[in-house]
């Protein structure tokens, strides 16, 4: 079973700052490294995600770093807002087409 | 636009009684997964589905069964429900298309058993 830790459990951030989430993970029968946001009442919804062919993603306010010698990655938030308020899931994909998920990650971000 | 619909969002069951949570894609997705959702527990996969017939045990498939008879019909069955059994059910699908497709998840059905 792969194991996927997410770190922290919940974060408050004020309107303007950085937020960051991150997660580490054993072995991975393929290297792609998904982030998922849920809204309150509300299926996950692909974020953003990457390919460790390369080291950072960015999309917009979103940022993904990998450290593939480490086995870990994580995502920032710039600028965070109010609306960015959801739980965040990191996911690395086990030897099917499954992913396996973090725990979560509930952000607030205050105004 | 994909979609993944599930059939109920709320559910309310009496224990002992057999449970089916349907889920429905309209992308002509391959895999098909069902996951359970509980506070501080993230996101559980129970089964999933790779083609028409076929099902591979999750991480927590126990008191859980699956059934997929069509391509874009995922069912879970929960043989004799009980009370730790209430929790959010998410069912999701994704292509075979490569390795870094997205997964697309249902809105959730919430299932408290009494």
């Known amino acids: 079973q792969q194991q996927v830790k997410q770190s922290p459990q919940s974060l408050i951030v004020q309107k303007g700052g950085i937020s960051i989430i991150n997660c580490a993970y054993e072995n991975t029968a393929f290297d792609y490294f998904p982030w998922y946001q849920q809204f309150p009442g509300k299926g996950p919804a692909l974020l953003i995600a990457i390919r460790p062919d390369v080291s950072e993603k960015k999309e917009g306010r979103f940022t993904i770093s990998f450290n593939k010698s480490a086995k870990q990655f994580s995502l920032h938030i710039m600028d965070s807002q109010p609306g960015d308020s959801a739980t965040y899931f990191c996911?690395?994909?086990?030897?099917?087409?499954?992913?396996?998920f973090g725990k979560g990650t509930s952000l607030l971000v205050t105004p | 636009d994909v979609k993944v619909t599930q059939s109920s969002r709320y559910l309310v069951k009496r224990t002992g009684e057999k449970v089916f949570l349907e889920c429905v894609q309209d992308m002509d997705h391959e895999n098909m997964f069902w996951y359970r959702q509980d506070p501080g527990l993230g996101l559980r996969l129970i089964y999933f589905s790779y083609d028409v017939k076929m099902k591979e045990k999750g991480d927590i498939p126990e008191g859980y069964s699956v059934s997929r008879e069509k391509k874009e019909r995922f069912s879970l069955i929960l043989e004799s429900a009980s009370t730790n059994q209430t929790s959010m059910y998410l069912c999701a699908s994704r292509p075979t298309r490569g390795v870094n497709t997205e997964a697309f998840f249902g809105q959730g059905t919430r299932l408290t058993v009494v």
């Open positions: 996911a690395a994909p086990n030897a099917g087409y499954a992913l396996n």
